[in-house]
């Protein structure tokens, strides 16, 4: 076999010298595509977790903020006058109109003020439950070692929008109430409100048959019956409302969810009437709100200060709330996230999760204070 060497000297290809230089440009090439996707995520990591966190803040401040502007709401009747009841028992605080504010230090075990005093409660210290320890509503409490320690907790009270305005005068005070309306936002055994511009009463309601509401004495476990139909005050003519009345609590604790780490991020909570706590938003750390008291009766606040240092709530013109809000997940594993986070709300030990954080501050006059 006869081998041409003139063609074999032509025949070309790539020395082991330029494939390894091949290689390493390749490989720096994808490296690099490599760095771009990864800083591409995690800046759609940190936006994305900024947008959130943002929108978590603001929301929970608008809702506790427009909650706040309406404690205290009594319709057309003077704020400045204390409410008739018909039942023997002290009114709950979920619907005490007369103490439309009511705030709380939160503690691992304990509140201030003492929650003993103020709060009733039905399984040992760790239910803040409502009026029922029984019937409708029982079991539907807060409970209070699941509130991160040292947050704050507020409750409000006011007449909501929803109305059912009475279709005839009462022909006694004994006798039932008739309505123009039967889609009634509360059912038996709560306790509700009917007022018109003169007077208001609270009542427990009996039954409901059609449209006409029942306000019968009764024997109730837990004390609110109704021992005085409506008396005092006499019969309401038609021009009178009967309403429900609109409670609303607001803590933070972990949420039922858990985020890229697998952990419980903390969220904002709504306990509203005798209705089950509800999960409200989601990434907000710590709730703190000063009472802002006036000290010398000018309706104007003179000094802010914590629950705890409020001798008398109705002697309170305004609210400044403060919400630490947070991204729900770790946005990129660093261990300094305190963007924008003022350093006397955040809680310590809280800045090595890779958690965005930010502080919401308002301060909001009362409306309807006495």
């Excluded at 019968?216 to 019969?235: C, E, K, P, Q």
Aim: with cysteine; glycine share 10%; net charge negative.
């Amino acid at each position: 076999m006869i081998i041409n060497r003139t063609t074999m000297g032509k025949i070309s290809g790539f020395t082991l010298v330029e494939a390894l230089i091949g290689l390493a440009l390749s490989s720096a090439i994808m490296l690099g595509v490599s760095q771009l996707f990864v800083a591409n995520a995690k800046t759609y990591n940190l936006l994305a977790g900024q947008s959130a966190m943002q929108e978590s803040g603001r929301f929970a401040l608008g809702i506790i903020t427009r909650s706040a502007q309406a404690s205290g709401y009594k319709g057309c009747f003077s704020t400045n006058a204390d409410t008739h009841k018909t039942f023997l028992a002290d009114i709950p605080y979920e619907f005490n109109l007369d103490q439309p504010i009511i705030g709380y230090e939160g503690g691992s075990t304990t509140w201030a003020p003492n929650i003993s005093n103020s709060l009733p409660s039905t399984v040992g210290t760790t239910d803040t439950h409502v009026y029922k320890s029984s019937g409708i509503g029982a079991g539907t409490g807060i409970d209070i070692t699941t509130i991160v320690n040292g947050t704050d907790i507020i409750t409000l009270n006011y007449l909501p929008q929803k109305t059912h305005r009475l279709k005839i005068d009462m022909p006694t005070n004994t006798a039932d109430i008739q309505t123009a309306t039967q889609d009634f936002d509360f059912a038996a055994e709560h306790i509700v409100f009917i007022h018109d511009c003169e007077k208001q009463t609270f009542f427990r309601v009996s039954g409901i048959a059609g449209d006409l509401i029942e306000h019968a004495t009764s024997v109730d476990a837990d004390g609110y019956t109704n021992a005085n139909i409506l008396a005092r005050f006499g019969a309401f003519k038609s021009s009178a409302y009967v309403s429900a009345i609109a409670s609303e609590t607001y803590y933070v604790a972990p949420s039922e969810g858990t985020n890229n780490s697998g952990q419980n991020p903390l969220s904002l909570w709504r306990k509203s009437g005798i209705a089950p706590p509800t999960e409200l938003v989601d990434g907000i750390e710590d709730l703190q709100i000063k009472y802002g008291v006036d000290t010398d009766n000018d309706k104007i606040p003179n000094r802010y200060v914590d629950a705890g240092a409020v001798i008398n709530f109705d002697d309170v013109r305004s609210l400044r709330i403060t919400i630490v809000a947070t991204s729900i997940n770790d946005v990129d594993g660093t261990s300094t996230p305190t963007h924008g986070c003022g350093t006397q709300y955040c809680k310590p030990g809280t800045a090595t999760d890779g958690l965005l954080r930010r502080t919401f501050s308002q301060t909001v006059a009362l409306r309807n204070g006495r």
